[in-house]
């Protein structure tokens, strides 16, 4: 499998778990996968708008749970 395959794969699981958080306390969660997420494809060349688009949609999903 290729590192591409593998991001896309993973920054998909990511991003469908932030949009399933319903709570703060969930979204806790998701904050560290995202990190996580971060941490192991910063390593390998991610790009940079994928980690963008994680941050956008995590402070989107808090703000919707604020409501």
């Known amino acids: 499998m ?6 896309d794969q993973s920054y998909n ?3 469908a778990t932030i949009k399933s958080c319903k709570t703060k306390i969930q979204l806790k969660g998701a904050s560290r996968m995202v990190e996580n997420f971060k ?4 390593k390998v060349g991610c790009p ?3 980690l963008y688009s994680l ?3 995590l ?3 808090y703000t ?3 409501l």
Do not use: G
């Open 2 to 7: 290729s590192t591409l395959i593998a991001i």
């Open 39 to 42: 941490i192991l494809y910063k």
């Open 59 to 61: 402070n989107k999903q």
């Open 55 to 57: 941050d956008e949609t």
């Open 48 to 50: 940079k708008v994928l």
């Open 13 to 15: 699981k990511v991003i």
């Open 64 to 66: 919707i749970c604020q």
